[in-house]
């Protein structure tokens, strides 16, 4: 493995969820993201010959906003939010400076990315790969002197491939139930101690700059109609390999609600009872059907396989064709054990070692 890892000319990229924190981060060193008390997984992966990196975008931020930061550190540059969008939503157009501490060693028109994101990460590196070959009309209609690259597109050749992993792809219904006046989460029943390591979650996710736009976070792009509709956007291209690996820790009910498993993160618990209890509609008159119950604690397992509407199939490995979403089977685990777990330890360097050599083995 460690020799076709080595002879690979793919520089991997990934990229958090929600509340989540990378290698510039401080917390990083105390509790890596990736890998979580298992120990780093990027380390762990560098050390097996492939090129890995650790992102680090706004914990709370929208799709848009996580996205212009993911490409600054890449190309080692200033972030720029662009002049339409921060005018728009009403926050400083420019970031912080990369230019002398880049993620990765080269940005080039050689570079060739394989970008994996976990959770939202998922959605912020779907946009990106739309905004690194299309650029964006708006910002390019701004007329603005210093219009960024990433704004301008044409660099979709870059992209060699994406990995979602447990990501919402098309929201999650942990938000959207919240504003169905037809459904109230206070009366699912859940484990009393749930409460409590649920609001530790949400205090996570609740901070929020009133100055700003709340249209421009994360909690508004989870939602389902917010999610489709940037879906309308995102290209699914033909040279791109994509890949999603949706999770699953529910059990179905006689009644059709699905429950959480024993093991799963205390945090997720009361979260996953009230998805697992939800059916309803959105603002937009989207049915949110029983097959939205079944999840990982935070992200509907059918929101993970992959976007309404894109092509896709079950994952074949003797045949991995790309253009189209190579849907994993649902991974026995909640939302965090991807990552490695919490309070509840999960081994995932086997999973994403068989996962870089498949990718590899496409170049």
């Known amino acids: 493995m460690r020799s076709i890892a080595l002879q690979n000319k793919l520089t991997f990229v990934f990229v958090h969820g929600l509340s989540g924190w990378g290698s510039y981060d401080k917390a990083y060193e105390r509790m890596p993201y990736w890998g979580m008390r298992g120990g780093d997984l990027i380390s762990f992966l560098r050390t097996q010959g492939f090129d ?8 709370t931020g929208s799709a848009w906003d996580r996205t212009c930061e ?3 550190q890449i190309a080692g540059t200033r972030v720029d939010y662009g002049k339409a969008h921060s005018e728009k939503k009403r ?22 990315l394989a970008l994996l994101g976990h959770s939202f990460g998922g959605t912020t590196v779907r946009l990106f790969s739309e905004l690194l070959a299309n650029g964006d009309p708006e910002e390019r ?70 100055s ?32 999603s690996v949706p999770c699953s820790y529910t059990i179905r009910q006689a009644d059709g609600a699905h429950v959480p498993r ?9 979260r996953s009872c009230q998805i697992g209890a939800y059916t309803g509609k959105t603002a ?3 049915d949110v059907g029983e097959e939205w119950r079944e999840n990982d604690g935070l992200v509907n397992s059918v929101s993970a396989a992959c976007p309404i509407g894109s092509p896709s199939t079950p994952l074949n490995k003797n045949l991995i064709l790309p253009g189209r979403w190579n849907v994993f089977p ?15 330890r999960h081994d995932i360097r086997n999973f994403y070692l068989a996962l870089l050599e498949m990718i590899t083995r496409l170049e």
């Open 141 to 210: 209609a701004s007329k603005s002197a210093d219009l960024s690259p990433l704004f301008a597109g044409g660099m979709g050749g870059r992209i060699h491939t994406l990995v979602t992993l447990a990501s919402p792809m098309n929201g999650t219904t942990a938000y959207d139930m919240f504003s169905d006046p037809s459904f109230d989460p206070g009366k699912v029943n859940a484990p009393r101690w749930s409460g409590p390591f649920s609001c530790l979650m949400s205090m996570k996710t609740k901070k929020w700059d009133e």
């Open 91 to 112: 926050h400083a157009r420019f970031g912080q400076d990369f230019s002398s501490c880049p993620l990765i060693p080269e940005w080039s028109p050689g570079t060739r």
């Open 262 to 270: 024993r093991g799963m993160e205390p945090l997720f618990v009361l």
């Open 52 to 59: 890995c990196f650790a992102a680090s975008v706004s914990p």
């Open 70 to 72: 993911l490409y600054a």
């Open 330 to 344: 649902s991974y026995h685990g909640d939302h965090m054990s991807l990552q490695g777990g919490l309070f509840h």
């Open 212 to 243: 700003r736009d709340r249209t421009d976070s994360a909690g508004h792009d989870m939602h389902l109609d917010q999610a489709m509709e940037l879906n309308r956007r995102i290209t699914t291209f033909e040279h791109v390999y994509y890949f």
């Open 284 to 286: 937009n008159g989207f």
